[in-house]
């Protein structure tokens, strides 16, 4: 097929006959490996092509998106149109753009929030340079880049000598206790370390937190069927890596959570009645400890088996607070619960957990409060309860409730988009103070564990 530009008119025709005969196949993208007139909720993709190609196609992650293809009419100006390329390219985390009006062609790379032009070629060019465009964002170019990343993205990873486990924990309710598991488990991650989140709470709210929860209907799903429960119920089979799931679009990069369900509420008589279902956990944890640098266990707010199996498993503890009266009274109860689980763990050779202290959360960011009650309430839990306080604190914005409850319309359905609060911040700077408090946290953490 020729290129010839004098015969596209109108947007239609740079579609078909530009991009469809003459673009793609040069480009080395058969028929099945894109896509026209692709909809992720509001976002229209004139065409979509994927150098790595999982079928059937699903919006879950398993397919990389590699290249979106944005057609404009012969007559159109392309930089009135970057605007919204650059939208499509960091919402839907796609790498590589190009917009062309047939006469023209660009191409663009995505790094982080941004688009930069990587190439730009215009008339005859278009044709007698189309070898460039293709080593930039070709099948097979595109095909080795997305798989160097993988293997680079291991590589870069930072890893320690052991695996450390830390529990979240407080039975109060309401505290915190989820919203600060997944946010700690994306900042950990997003500093290179290898992570994974384990929900312990049949409340499944870091499930539903980390966008794991897809489907309207239960039967389309297999959280029931395959969850923490199944990892705790025996010692033969149901191995971490045949649990855990990928947190896609939550957090990039993404990482690794065990789910719950509400039916671990009905498990519980089960694994009441056998005694090692209180360290299956620590075994197949310990089958990962390479795999791993922090393992995060999200837990309910009762004294249940699953809280004292987070404690007997875990390393390191993390109480978070709001500080208020209820909380407080709770944490007598707490202190007694650890201490019967730390006379469990001697049983098994294990140390004490490890308290790294009274984590401030969801505090008012009142400049009274800050000034009179909450110095008061923070010297209460070093004083009368003798507790360790973090040094960061977690204040109560309302970006951190909202982000865990987006949503993406899909057709005409809308279907949870929980973000992290970092994902978040890339788009509404009302998350950026609450993603700091969140790095801040994990700053605090890697420097107790070391
Ligand atoms: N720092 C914060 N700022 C604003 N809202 C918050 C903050 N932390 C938590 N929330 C909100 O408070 C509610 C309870 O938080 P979360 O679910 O994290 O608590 P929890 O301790 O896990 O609760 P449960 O004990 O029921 O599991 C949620 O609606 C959450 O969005
Ligand atoms: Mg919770």
């Known amino acids: 097929m020729q290129f010839n530009p004098d015969l596209y008119r109108s947007e239609r025709d740079v579609e078909s006959k530009f991009i469809v005969s003459y673009l793609l196949p040069k480009l080395g993208y058969l028929p099945n490996s894109w896509y026209q007139e692709v909809a992720f909720g509001n976002i229209r993709l004139d065409f979509l092509a994927f150098a790595i190609q999982v079928l059937p196609f699903s919006f879950d992650g398993s397919n990389p998106l590699s290249l979106v293809i944005e057609a404009k009419s012969p007559k159109s100006k392309l930089d009135s149109h970057i605007p919204q390329l650059k939208k499509y390219l960091t919402s839907l985390r796609v790498d590589y753009g190009i917009l062309t009006n047939g006469k023209e062609l660009r191409v663009y790379e ?4 941004n688009i930069q032009a990587t190439l730009q070629l215009k008339e005859q060019d278009v044709y007698d340079r189309i070898e460039e465009v293709k080593l930039l964002v070709g099948r097979s ?15 870069q990873n930072r890893s320690f000598q052991d695996m450390k486990v830390i529990a979240v924990y407080h039975n109060k309710g309401g505290v915190g206790k989820t919203t600060v598991s997944v946010n700690l488990a994306a900042a950990l991650r997003n500093k290179g370390y290898k992570v994974l989140l384990i929900d312990l709470d049949s409340q499944a709210n870091s499930t539903f937190a980390t966008g794991l929860v897809k489907f309207q209907f239960e039967e389309d ?42 039916s671990l509420i009905e498990g519980q008589y089960k694994l009441n009645q056998v005694k090692a279902s209180q360290t299956r956990l620590i075994k197949k944890l310990k089958r990962e400890e390479k795999k791993y640098d922090f393992v995060i266990i999200d837990t309910p707010p009762s004294r249940d088996i699953y809280a004292q199996v ?20 709770g944490l007598v109860s707490v202190q ?20 790294m202290g009274i984590l401030p ?3 008012s960011t009142n400049a009274k409060f800050l000034a009179n009650t909450f110095p008061r309430q923070q010297e209460s839990i070093m004083n009368h309860y003798c507790l360790p306080l973090m ?15 987006q949503t993406l319309l899909v057709g005409d ?27 801040a946290l994990a700053e605090e953490v890697l420097k107790k564990v070391s």
């Open 110 to 113: 995505r790094t982080g929030k």
């Open 141 to 155: 170019s595109l095909k080795s880049k997305e798989l160097r990343t993988k293997v680079e993205d291991k590589n």
């Open 221 to 262: 799903d297999n959280l029931r069927d395959n969850n923490v429960f199944h990892v705790l119920e025996t010692g033969d089979f149901n191995f971490i890596p045949d649990v855990a799931r990928q947190s896609d679009y939550f957090n990039d990069p993404e990482f690794s959570i065990i789910p719950s369900h509400i």
């Open 310 to 329: 987070a404690i007997i498993s875990a390393n390191y503890l993390i109480i978070p607070s709001d500080l208020k009266p209820f909380a407080n009274q």
């Open 336 to 355: 007694s619960f650890i201490k019967e689980i730390d006379e469990f763990r001697d049983s098994l050779g294990r140390s004490p957990i490890k308290l």
């Open 361 to 363: 959360s969801k505090i």
């Open 391 to 405: 040094d960061t604190i977690i204040y109560e914005r309302a970006a951190l409730s909202h982000c865990l409850n």
């Open 413 to 439: 359905l809308e279907v949870p988009d929980p973000k992290s609060i970092f994902e978040y911040a890339n788009s509404n700077a009302a998350a950026a103070q609450s993603a700091s408090e969140f790095e």
